[in-house]
């Protein structure tokens, strides 16, 4: 049974019941065509983790809400006038410390973040048929859900990378290094996007006509550790990699990756 967005997919796999989660998602939903939709639906009740309040539950049965998971965005966004005020009330939120540990730390049961690991600089290499994921050195949110003893759920999205095209920005040109100077500067990348237009689809802002499935993994339950030390830290990352890496090999092939594609990892 899938919950369809146009042109999301969630596919409804499994149910559990942590009392909070930490959501982080991969490729880091640069585009809110996957993250906006999948963050808005959550079932009444006590049960809070994404398998059952963004895409699946095997038995989901709970009605839909519009306010759901909260998707935590970078604090440069903050800077930017007025969004602080209207953010919240789409279901948005900062994703710098205080805010990620006031949504888990909160006593009612069902408090799930969705958290975008790969942040802004991820989105200069989104481009079709990149599988780059900037994780290996993001331990953020693995301290966080140590710290509140929230369940750690790994969400990849197969497809968000269709939705536009990038201009070409290898590493070590002037259009990268334009781009990477401009990040450090205002805390923002900005990808040199373009896709479709209203009434044709050659040109435009607007994305493509592409589907996205977001796959979400199982739990991965997390022990509550006010300091955590960092060897717990780098074993609970580890895992996570895992796991994240074990859900793409597992969905690839039925939506569309070749066998002989995988992940990487910087």
Known sequence: MPIRFAPLRLPLRRGCRPPRSCNGSSPSWRWPSAAWPS?????????????????????????????GAPLALGPQLGRLEALPRLLPHHGLVSSDKASVSYLLGRREVGQVAVIAVGGPPESLDARPGALTLQILGRKGFIKAALQHGAALVPVFSFGENELFQQVPNPRGSLVRAAQERLQKLV??????????????????????????????????????????????VDRLHATYLERLIALFEENKTKYGVPPEKHLNLI
Do not use: D, K, M, N
Not at 206 to 229: D, E, N, Q, Y
């Open 187 to 232: 805390g923002l990348a900005l990808p040199l996007f373009h896709a479709r237009g209203v009434f044709q689809y050659s040109f435009g802002l607007l994305p493509f006509r592409s589907p996205i499935h977001t796959v979400v993994g199982a739990p991965i339950p997390v022990p509550r550790t006010p300091v955590p030390s960092r060897e717990a």
């Open 39 to 67: 963050s808005c639906w959550r079932c009444w009740g006590s049960c809070g983790c994404p398998p059952c309040s963004t895409p699946p539950g095997s038995t989901w049965t709970g009605r839909p809400r519009p306010r």
